[in-house]
């Protein structure tokens, strides 16, 4: 008798919901930058991405006042994303520098930093303001 160890994996798959899906549109558009602009005015939608699974490390947010300025999160953070204010004793991240380690949340002792589910990060501009959390 043949055997095929295979099947059941083969059957799982067919049926399994998939891990990713085309973005940002169903079907390549000519140009993905005039789809984007089409985006914009509203003549177009995205194809939206998949939910993201729980516990995701997205972009940081961050929460200045519960901040104590104890700068503890700069001292833990690889990337060295961390800048602190001493003029108002908070801190600024740049997110084109983190690495989503979340070391930052684990030791912060007010709570007052976070990764959300959000991931859709790219910018040409390292400084602009989607690029700072602050
Ligand atoms: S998540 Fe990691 S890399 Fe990003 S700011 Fe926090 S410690 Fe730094
Ligand atoms: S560890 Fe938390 S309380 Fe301390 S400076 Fe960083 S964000 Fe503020």
Redesign the pocket.
Known sequence: MVRLPMVPELLRQLFKRPATNAFPARYLPPSVTEFLARVAKGEAAINPPVPVPPRFRGKIS?DRE?????????KVCPAHA?E?LPATK??RISVAQCVFCSQ?ND????D??HMTPEFLLACEDRFAESQIVE
């Open positions: 961050y519960s901040c104590i300025g104890c700068q503890l999160c700069l961390i602190f908070r801190i930052c030791i912060c002792p007010k007052c930093l």
